[in-house]
């Protein structure tokens, strides 16, 4: 603790008695400052206790004091030290009376005591007080260490709660509480999720203060690269001394070394990832278990998904266009204890997730916040929606991890042609071939096959685009299509050999049969 007025007043060698003012002794004193200006106030900041003679005063002026005292409450002077014995033989009733009306404490000084005396035992108590502080935040700094190093970050919350009387919470990336001390505060630090995720928008090293009617709380965020890997929140009920600062700041040294991996470990980690994927595609998965050993758990010998990511080209330039990606699905699969693979992959990202996880819905989640966003842009703009496009295999083992890939390029190919933030290619197994007739350059292709009919029957003389998808509804049966036309199935004959001789294909090959009705359907008459 500082020195306060009191501890001054119990000061043996000062001899100080308290003349006004005994409510108020509990005040911490910043300095001892001796000053005879009739207005020392513009010389002040706040928390000092002034020493006087009133040598320039009129000590003996009620008004005159009143002012006199009024400045130096209003500025923050915590105290008034008045030595007797020098200009007045006693403080004169005036200056008590104005000490008194305003609640500043008013110390009377006996003539053997200097006031440099007085500084002096101010100064060796703050040095006393940081000493303690520092002392105190050296022995928080071993605690908190032991604690990391035998309980984790669970541990080390456990320790910094305890040392600055309050609690504390980590964030992973995300912004998703990962642990907080005591269990109580989980509630309370999930209702700071967006100042979290406001936090992580900053450049690191970043801090915020969020001041509530229960408590105040610190947040800072952990990691030393350009976006911070995690964060930590301290509530107190009041600010944070210097012990607790010492502690605060070894906490967030700490859970730096913790959760930021070593930069060539990460790079070395990233290349077995990278063999082990080519190994896998490779059609060789014994060989990549050889090489993951039990870097990626059980990862390898359980159903996963393989997700392919890729920038369309035109999105916005970014340095790292597939870290938000990235860090929502590790968010994810660390929270459920899920083991993945990241790899970039020349300029694709390829991720193993487990099948049915957490990492697996967070790469939906993280592309449904995608076409979110692009769906509230501004007409004519971007969006967040194209920032990145994605593709779902179905469930795979390591021995179809070639096929998986293949997979997930078709379902990423369908999503650059539809404009779409992710498909799944189950999605198109499961559906109909017919909307991918939706294609620019299959239009294209039907209109070319078909413009002949359609200009002919543009003419009045028949009606072969209609007797054509009639004729091949029905698989070639003439009664039943010509039924449908209501015309004599001679008629339809005629028309079907004029298609013939009009296009120069025959209707008896099946490939001509079916590019002609695909054509009708990707036409807009066909789809109508």
């Known amino acids: 603790m500082p020195p306060t007025l009191a501890s001054l007043v119990h000061h043996s060698a000062l001899k100080l008695t308290v003349r006004a003012g005994e409510d108020h002794l509990d005040a911490p004193v910043r300095w001892a400052h001796a000053s005879e200006l009739t207005d020392p106030v513009p010389y002040m900041e706040g928390g000092e206790l002034l020493l006087i003679t ?155 203060v969020v001041a509530g009617a229960e408590d105040r709380v610190e947040l800072h965020s952990i990691g030393t690269g350009r976006r911070p890997r995690a964060a930590l929140a301290v509530g107190t009920a009041s600010t944070l001394g210097t012990a607790e600062r010492y502690a605060l700041h070894s906490a967030i040294a700490l859970l730096t070394l913790t959760t930021e991996r070593n930069r060539s470990l990460q790079a070395a980690e990233a290349r077995v990832g990278s063999a082990v994927l080519r190994m896998l595609l490779a059609g060789e998965p014994d060989h990549a278990r050889t090489v993951a050993g039990e870097l990626y758990g059980s990862l390898l010998d359980a159903p996963f998904r393989l997700v392919v990511a890729e920038v369309p080209a035109s999105a916005p330039e970014d340095d790292d266009p597939f870290a938000g990606l990235t860090e929502a699905v590790e968010s994810a699969a660390a929270r459920a204890g899920e083991a993945l693979l990241v790899v970039p992959y020349g ?74 933030a992710l498909v799944e290619h189950e999605d198109l197994a499961a559906g109909s071939v017919l909307p991918l007739l939706a294609d620019d350059a299959v239009r294209a292709f039907a209109d070319g096959l078909l413009r002949a009919l359609y200009e002919h029957d543009a003419t009045g003389r028949g009606d072969l685009v209609a007797s054509l998808r009639a004729w091949l509804s029905r698989h070639g049966q003439w009664d039943a299509a010509a039924a449908d036309l209501g015309v004599h199935r001679h008629t339809l004959r005629y028309r079907m050999r004029r298609v013939e001789e009009i296009l120069g294909r025959s209707l008896d090959d099946p490939d001509v049969r079916m590019e002609l009705w695909l054509s009708l359907k990707a036409t807009s008459s066909g789809t109508e």
């Open 54 to 208: 009133a040598l320039k005063l009129d000590a003996e002026d009620p008004e005159a004091m009143s002012r006199y005292v009024k400045r130096l409450a209003a500025a923050g002077v915590v105290g008034l030290g008045f030595a007797v014995g020098v200009h007045y033989k006693d403080i004169p009733e005036a200056l008590v009376a104005a000490a008194a009306d305003e609640g500043l404490p008013l110390l009377e000084v006996p003539r053997r005591t200097p006031f440099l005396a007085i500084s002096k035992a101010v100064s060796a108590a703050i040095a006393a007080d940081q000493y303690r502080a520092v002392t105190a935040g050296f022995a928080a700094q071993r605690e908190l260490t032991k604690q990391a190093l035998s309980d984790g970050p669970e541990g080390l919350l456990g320790a910094l709660a305890g040392q600055v009387d309050g609690w504390a919470a980590l964030y992973d990336a995300s912004g998703a509480v990962v642990a907080t001390a005591p269990e109580w505060a989980s509630r309370r630090a999930a209702r700071l999720t967006t100042d979290v995720e406001r936090l992580r928008d900053r450049a690191a090293p970043a801090s915020a």
């Open 347 to 420: 300029e694709r990202l390829v991720l193993l997730v487990v099948d049915g996880g957490a990492g697996a819905a967070a790469c939906v989640a993280y592309a449904q916040t995608l076409e979110a966003g692009r769906s509230e842009a501004p007409e004519g703009g971007a969006g967040d929606g194209t920032a990145l496009l994605l593709g779902l295999s179905a469930p795979a083992g390591p021995i179809a991890a070639a096929t998986a890939y293949k997979q997930a390029d078709q379902a990423l190919s369908i999503a650059r042609r539809r404009g779409r």
